[in-house]
């Protein structure tokens, strides 16, 4: 079973950078679409960006286009979100997910961002 485990959050100021990684195991990664998602407090969980399993393929949501990328490594098993330009809204636990071919979906446990000066 796969497992994800996130690390690379803290606390930056607005206009700072941060990059995020996600150290996965218990299976190859690259049968896995990976993405990022966060949840502000009092707010839905929401989809940061997403990477398909070649790495050829990504996708951002419209609030972080321009400022954050995604990539992965499946040699090590990591996926990462570099993370510019930094915003207060962007403020939010950070979780890794990864999707089988079967729909079925893994989870981190999260790693928190904190913006602010």
């Known amino acids: 079973q796969l497992q994800l485990v996130e690390s690379g959050g803290g606390l930056v100021q607005p206009g700072g950078s941060l ?3 996600c150290a996965t195991s218990g299976s190859t990664l690259e049968d896995y679409a990976t993405g990022w998602f966060r949840q502000a407090p009092g707010k839905e969980r929401e989809a940061v960006a997403c990477i398909s399993s070649s790495g050829r393929s990504t996708n ?3 609030s972080v286009k321009g400022r954050f ?3 992965r490594d499946n040699a090590k098993n990591t996926v990462s979100l ?3 330009s930094l915003k207060p809204e962007d403020t ?3 979780y890794c997910n ?3 071919h079967t729909a079925r979906a893994y989870w981190g446990q999260g790693t928190q961002v904190t913006v602010s000066s």
């Open 82 to 84: 570099q993370m510019n």
């Open 98 to 100: 990864a999707l089988s």
């Open 92 to 94: 939010a636990v950070y």
């Open 69 to 71: 990328t995604i990539s």
């Open 60 to 62: 951002y949501a419209d």
């Open 19 to 21: 990059r995020l990684s």
